[in-house]
């Protein structure tokens, strides 16, 4: 079972930057699809975005496309969420997810979450 730990959430104001990190347990990190999603207060869980298992394809939801980019690093066993330009509505606590199939942008499409981390964007 693959493990999985955000890091890297905060505080910052309107039109900052982040940089989350998701790091997996498993060795065979490069044998999964990963994808990031966010749920804010009182709202759904949401897509952001996805990445192929060697990180030559991704796919972004339209609301955070052109400021964020998804990376990976399969020797590091490690994934990346890089937010620029933040904006208050990003707000949400951030979740990296690993699927054994195919880059989803929905929750079913993964099979291991981690447990979140805050992101908080001030106006």
């Known amino acids: 079972q693959v493990q999985l730990v955000e890091s890297g959430g905060g505080l910052v104001q309107a039109g900052g930057s982040l940089r989350l990190s998701c790091a997996a347990s498993?060795?065979?990190?490069?044998?999964?699809?990963m994808g990031w999603f966010r749920q804010a207060p009182g709202k759904e869980r949401e897509f952001v975005a996805t990445?192929?298992?060697?990180?030559?394809?991704?796919y972004y939801a339209d609301s955070v496309k052109g400021r964020f980019t998804i990376s990976r690093d399969n020797t590091k066993n490690t994934m990346y969420l890089q937010m620029n330009s933040l904006k208050p509505e990003d707000t949400a606590v951030y979740y990296c997810?690993?699927?054994?199939?195919?880059?989803?942008?929905?929750?079913?499409?993964?099979?291991?979450w981690g447990q979140g981390t805050q992101v908080t964007v001030s106006s």
């Open positions: 990445i192929s298992r060697s990180g030559g394809s991704t």
């Open positions: 997810a690993a699927a054994k199939g195919f880059p989803s942008t929905t929750s079913r499409g993964y099979d291991y």
């Open positions: 498993e060795r065979t990190f490069h044998s999964y699809a």
